[in-house]
DNA sequence: AAATACCTTGAAATCGGTTGCATACTTCTA
DNA sequence: TAGAAGTATGCAACCGATTTCAAGGTATTT
C-alpha cells in the first residue's frame, strides 16, 4: 500500500506547520496568500487527497444526509431523490439512500444504520406499517434535524413536507360529481397512512358539501400496483348499481383499472369516470388521457433538501425544528378520463 | 454538546481496557464470553454509539459504495438501484448515490467528490457525452474497484454488467422482418454510449442477414423522452415510401410514438409495426400493448453490486479487476404492436 | 513438577485533520 | 520611539477506534 499524503507532507516540503496548512487548504482567512497559494500548489503536486474520516472525526459532521424511502423503484420517488440530488450536491451534501421496503423492520434497520453512519440529517417517507416514530428518537435527542416528506407521521413534532392532500381528492371528487357521476367509489391504499387517510377526508367533506351520503362501502383499499386493475375491477363490477366514478390513488393503478375496465367493454369515461393521481408518465399515454392531480414530486424533493439543509447552517435549529409543515401547490388536471361532453 | 460516550468510559465502567472493549464490539474471537457479555450490557446502559469516523480513518475503509447514474429520474434507473440497495444493505454497505445528468462535466466532479468520500468501490452508468474514462484514475490508481453498468466505456479494462444490445435487437429486427415489413426505422439515442452502438449494429447484420439493405436514411436518433414521438412521426410521415417498421429504443418514446401515430390516424400494427426497449410498465398499459425487449434492470442492479462488493472482500481484486464483461440474459417479449394477424 | 501451548488481556502507537491558546512579526498611532 | 493593535504562524492536545507486540494466566503434556 502507497503511502498517503497528509497535511504533514505538506508542511514538510514547504516548510511550514500543519497548523497552516490546514487552514490554507480551508481557506481559512487567516492565512497570507502568498502562503496559501504555495501550500496549494504544493498539494497539487504531491497529490494531496484530504481524508474525510479524519476531519470528520474532528469536526463531529459527516457531510451526508440520510434518505429513507419506501421504495426506489417509483416514478414518484424517483423524481422526489432527483430533485434532492441536485439540491444536496449544490450545498457540497452526499446523499445516503436506502429503501424501508414498506416494512417497519425495515424502517428501524435503516434509521440506525443512517444514526451509526452519523448523517448530518434525515429525511424520511415513512413505510406503510410504521405507525409510530419511536425509532427517530436517537436523532431527536441528539438534536440531528429529521424531516418527513410525503408520508408524515401522525403527532410530529418535525417539519413535514407534503402537499393539501384532502384538498387534492376533494377537487376531484368535486369534479366527478359535476360531471354527473352518482356512485363514486374511492381507492385508496393503507389507511395508516396519513396520505390516504387524507384523501378520504376529501372525499367524504366533498360528498357531503354536494348533497351526498358518503357509504363506506364505496371504499376500497388494495394495493396500487400494476396489477391491482384486475382485482379493483372485479370489485367494482359487483357492486349493484355499479358506481359511474372511480377515484383511484396513483395513477399506475389507475391504468391498470383502466385496462381492465376495456376488457370487460366497459367504457371511459362514459360508462365510468375515473381520475387517478401523481400526474406520472402513464396518465399521458394510456387511452384515454387519465385525469389526475399534478404531484409536484421533483420540486418536493428540492423543497425537502433545501429545509434540511437550512436546519443544518442556521444555529437556531431548536426554533425552525418546531415550526410546521411546508405545504406544496397540487392540483387537478383535467384529461379525457372524466370528461363527459355535455 | 453533550459528551459522546466512547470506548474508553467503557473500559472505565467495566474495569477492562479499550482494547478489550474494541475487541468484544467487534466480535472479536479473542474475548472471553462473560467479558463480552460485561461489555456489550455496559454499552448498552452507557447509550454507546459506535464512531464510524474513527473506524474508518483507523481501518481506511468507509463502507460504502458510490453509484453515479446518468439520470436518478427514470423507471429503469430506479429499478438498478432498488436492486443495489437492497444487495448493499444485506452486505452491509451503504450507498452514496449521484446523478450526472448526462453531463460529463458532472460526471468528472461526482467522481472526484466519490473519491474524496473514499467510498470503497464505485458503481457507474456512463453519461452520454463521456467519451473517456480519465476521471476515474485516482481510483484506478489506488486500487479502488470500479464497475460500469449498463452504459460502459469502450475501451474498459474495468468489469462491466450489460446486456447483449446487438443480440435484443438484431432479434427484434428479424421479428419485425418475418411480420412482413419491408422499411425498418430505428430510432435511438447518442451513438457515443454503447448501448445505441451496439444496437445499431444489431439492426445492420439483421437486415443483412435477411437480404435487405442498410440505409443510414432510415436511422433516427432523438432524445427518447416523453415528447419525442411528435418529432420522430414527423419524420418518418415525410419519407417517402413510409416505414411500415419502427424499433425505438426505449419504451417511453414507443409510447410517445404511438400516440402520435394515432393521432395522425396510422394504425399500429398494420400500418407500422412497433417494438419498444426496456418493458418499462408503460409498455403494459398503452393501446395496443407494446412490443419490447426486456431488460433485467433490478437484476442487474443486484448483479453489479455483488460483483463489486466480492471484489472488495476478495484479496486477489486485480485479478477480478482485470475480468470481463458480465452480460445478463434479456429477451424479446412480442404483444400486439407488432404482431401482424396473418 | 516443569515445560509447552493456548487463551485472555493490556500498553501504546497509530490513522490525519482541526482548533484553542500562545507567540512572533508587522503596521499603525501618539 | 514606545506602545497598541492587528496579522501570520506554530505547539500540542484533541476527535475515538484499531492493532501490533508483549505479557500474564490457565490448561495440557510428559
Known sequence: MKKEITIYDIAADVGLSPTTVSRALSNHPRVKDVTRNKILHAAKTLGYQSNIFASS?????????????????SAFQSAVLAGMEK???????????????????????NTSIMFNSRVD???????????????FRPFFQKNIPVLFFDRVPENNHCTGVVINNTQAIYDATAHLIKQGCK???HVLGNLQINVYADRLKGYKYALMDHGFVFDPANIITNE??????ERIVE?????????????????????????ALKKKGISVPEDIAIVGFNNDLISRMVEPNLSTVHYPSYHMGEVAMKNLINHLDDEHQEILQKTNTITL???LIIRESSLRKP
Open 121 to 135: 440529517g434525515l429525511l424520511v417517507s415513512k413505510a406503510g406499517t410504521t405507525d409510530n416514530i419511536e425509532h
Open 183 to 185: 356512485r363514486i367509489v
Open 235 to 259: 370489485k367494482i363490477t359487483q357492486m349493484k348499481p355499479m358506481p359511474d366514478g372511480l377515484l383511484i390513488s396513483n395513477d399506475t393503478s389507475a391504468a391498470s383499472c383502466l385496462m
Open 224 to 229: 396500487l400496483d400494476e396489477d391491482s386493475g
Open 87 to 109: 439540491t444536496a450536491t449544490q450545498a457540497g451534501y452526499n446523499l445516503i439512500i436506502s429503501q424501508s421496503m414498506e416494512s417497519l423492520d425495515k424502517e428501524i434497520s
Open 329 to 331: 401547490r397540487s392540483g
Open 57 to 73: 472525526l474532528r469536526k463531529r459532521k459527516s457531510n451526508s444526509i440520510g434518505v429513507i424511502v419506501p421504495k426506489l423503484n
